[in-house]
């Protein structure tokens, strides 16, 4: 439901008043906090009112309106992945946490100036150039029943896979060539199916959708597949999104 079907959103929000909107408040208060930059809209249709955003080179600090109490409910992301989230009922809260973590603060400084903000330890290990160490760590000790370990161990002693940031999908592990979301597409997926495992990969702007590439009786010669249709240049993953790796000056 978007904030547009609700007409009681200003008595959750007095400062919105009849017709204001998340993004001219938390401006407000954004320079109230002493900084200055600028709060922009949401991007989702439908969040106009409801919902604003700050954006930097690789930060950036969502805001939605909760729409059954009142609530600041944000995200604050660096280079395409989640660092840190949190919410609170404090306008001004909310635009503190705005300012610091648009200024550069680490997590651990986010957190400590505002303290209903949370973040987990893998967000630290992308502040340490670790994510991809610790990506695997996760895996390797979860207990999620999406998780073949029998699959992830195969991957794991692979050192061109282990160089690259694993994720899941759906049962199936990926591999990506950076640690941001949007992830990278050009490496091959494997899927645990009836006992065996499927090798897929996705032709670019296919219409057909995945590619089958052979299907193995165990985890070992599935990660062997994986890495013998590796593309060329395949490197350590590095910080950063899909869309950064296609810029001229990438790695």
């Not at 930097?56 to 409910?73: K, M, N, P, W, Y």
């Not at 049962?171 to 091959?188: A, I, K």
Request: proline content about 8%; hydrophobic content about 35%; charged content about 20%.
């Amino acid at each position: 439901m978007t904030s547009g079907s609700v007409p009681h959103l200003a008595g959750l929000y007095p400062e919105l008043g009849r017709d204001g909107t998340l993004r001219s408040v938390l401006q407000e208060a954004v320079h109230r906090a002493g900084y200055r930059f600028d709060v922009l809209p949401e991007r989702a249709p439908g969040w106009e009112r409801s919902g604003a955003r700050a954006d930097s080179a690789d930060r950036t600090t969502s805001t939605h309106l909760g729409i059954q109490e009142r609530c600041f409910v944000m995200s604050f992301r660096e280079r395409g992945v989640e660092m840190a989230k949190g919410a609170t009922t404090s306008l001004d809260e909310a635009a503190l946490a705005t300012g610091v973590w648009q200024s550069g603060a680490a997590v651990g400084e986010l957190r400590s100036a505002c303290r209903f903000v949370r973040h987990g330890p893998l967000a630290e290990a992308h502040e340490r150039g670790a994510a991809v160490e610790t990506m695997w760590m996760i895996y390797r000790r979860t207990a999620a029943p999406y998780v073949d370990h029998d699959l992830i161990e195969a991957a794991y002693a692979q050192p061109r896979l282990r160089a690259l940031f694993p994720f899941h999908s759906h049962r199936s592990l990926n591999f990506s060539r950076c640690t941001g979301y949007p992830y990278t597409h050009d490496v091959p997926v494997v899927t645990p199916v009836d006992g065996g495992y499927r090798v897929t990969g996705w032709r670019t702007g296919s219409p057909g959708g995945p590619v089958a590439m052979g299907e193995t009786d165990n985890p070992r010669d599935a990660v062997a597949l994986v890495v013998a249709r590796l593309p060329p240049g395949c490197g350590p993953a590095v910080p950063g999104t899909a869309d950064d790796l296609d810029k001229p000056d990438s790695p």
